[in-house]
């Protein structure tokens, strides 16, 4: 597929990784829309304001998107909470659900119908090797990203024979300002793999064009998926190591 002249929808497109996946979008010839909090962007595009984390702001969001008719929707927009689960604040909680599962859901929803009608485009959902290997500490957001790729596989076979494609692509660590600084220090400790932002966005565009259905970045995390899926306490183990460097460093900031 070409992107020339395509419309393209991309939620959290002003942000570290969005702005890259918009700016290689842009020179394949593309027309942006960015959903974003950004009350400018850095490059021409149309930019629509709102409120992913609230029912009444994503249906807000959703009635401009469907009268838009965007011909591919990029669900990028996410945020993520490191931390024992019950020190994570209930309103986190709920917007970590919000932004990154229901959001991409409803606004799925308020695209199918043009998309339908046309006979043809293109939902993408960026998730997380999180929501295929579910890390402590990352409960939330591991889990909200697990919804997102079973929502990708549920509504794929919803849509066979539609014309209608639909992307599923899970980077793992992304060196951008999503990880705060005490997910950086996690990092650092447990030697995790972050991969740099231009080479992801380069990966996430490459694998839109080409119609890939799922797509998961960076080895051995994309083998240790694979190995998660069958044989999930074998994996278990593997991580205890790095479950204690996490208990470690938490201590370390309450004392």
Known sequence: MRLKGKHVVITGGAGGLGSRISALMQKKGARLT???RAKEL?????LVTGDLSTQEGITAIGEQLAALEPDILVNLAGIQYFGPLEKQPTDSIQLTYMINLVAPVMLSQAVLPAMRKRGKGQIVNIGS????INFAHFATYSSAKAGLKGFSEAIRRELQST???VTY???RAVKTPLNNN???RFAELTRMAMDDPDYVANRIVKSIIAGKKDVYIGFPES????????????????LVANDKIARNLFQ???S
């Open 34 to 36: 960015i959903v974003d």
């Open 42 to 46: 850095p490059f021409e595009a149309n």
């Open 129 to 132: 090797i999180f929501g295929s």
């Open 163 to 165: 014309g209608i494609g």
């Open 169 to 171: 692509i899970a980077p």
């Open 182 to 184: 005490t997910v950086m």
């Open 223 to 238: 083998f240790f998926v694979r190995l998660n899926a069958v044989l999930p306490r074998l994996v278990d183990g593997s």
């Open 252 to 254: 370390i900031q309450q």
